[in-house]
């Protein structure tokens, strides 16, 4: 995707692993490690904002003190972890615009072990529903948004271009692989236990969300498209990123 900028200055915290083209300048930083952002920040007038919630008010002090008058962060609403970030940007004296996703399609990575390994996903609401999101396509919008007028002061939702449900999700996986898969409906709980050493006490939360989006799914909105031109289907991802599930 080329959208005509020639300035821009991507921060890592390892340059030596990026696979930029060569008229991007690296510069290493870290968010976690404000110390190491306000030579980055020197001379930037547009920032695109990773969520990181233990420093979020440093990093958006730095912003405000390097005289940068455009923030464009991802983060979410109140019924989300992420509402920090939107918040700590609207406190500051810099112009924002927030992006609000919910689900990326990347998280399904974490069916990959059990796929690879028994052919079947086992989770406890096979018909809940949401619209899950490519990253790349939050990639394409706040690119698009760093480039162009008109967004300050503006919160755009973001999700994939349709509603499908965590049993329509693994079948596309099953197609894209060539494989028969099997949905095994199982408790909340066990679902609930096979999450909570990675998640700790977010898994209760995750899986009570998707016993609420059984009767309650996620409606698709069309602002990726609308902003960018199109937007990635799950079909797609799926097709994509096989290898993963093989």
Excluded: C
């Excluded at 996903?121 to 899950?132: H, K």
């Excluded at 690119?143 to 162009?148: G, M, P, Q, T, Y």
């Amino acid at each position: 995707m080329n959208l005509g900028a020639d300035d821009i200055r991507a921060l890592s915290n390892h340059p030596e692993r990026t696979a930029f083209p060569p008229e991007v300048e690296v510069v290493k930083g870290y968010l976690k490690r404000p110390s190491s952002l306000p030579a980055a920040f020197e001379g930037v007038d547009r920032v695109y904002l990773a969520p990181s919630l233990e420093t979020i008010t440093d990093v958006v002090d730095l912003v405000s003190r390097a005289g940068i008058p455009h923030v464009v962060d991802l983060s979410g609403d109140e019924n989300t972890n992420w509402h920090p970030i939107a918040q700590a940007v609207e406190k500051s004296d810099v112009g924002w615009t927030h992006l609000w996703t919910g689900e990326f399609m990347e998280n399904s990575t974490d069916w990959a072990e059990q796929i690879r390994t028994t052919g079947a996903v086992r989770e406890p609401y096979p018909d809940s529903g949401n619209a899950p999101i490519a990253m790349d396509d939050i990639a394409r919008v706040a690119a698009n948004i760093l480039v162009s007028e008109g967004h300050l002061g503006k919160t755009y939702n973001l999700t994939g271009p349709e509603t499908i449900t965590r049993a329509q999700r693994l079948q596309y996986l099953a197609d894209a692989i060539g494989r028969e898969l099997e949905f095994v409906t199982v408790p909340p709980e066990e679902l609930i236990a096979l999450l909570e050493p990675a998640m700790g006490d977010y898994a209760g939360y995750f899986v009570n969300g998707l016993a609420t989006r059984v009767d309650q799914p996620q409606l698709a909105t069309t602002t990726v498209a609308d902003l960018t031109g199109h937007a990635t289907t799950f079909k797609a991802w799926a097709t994509a990123n096989a290898d993963l599930f093989r």
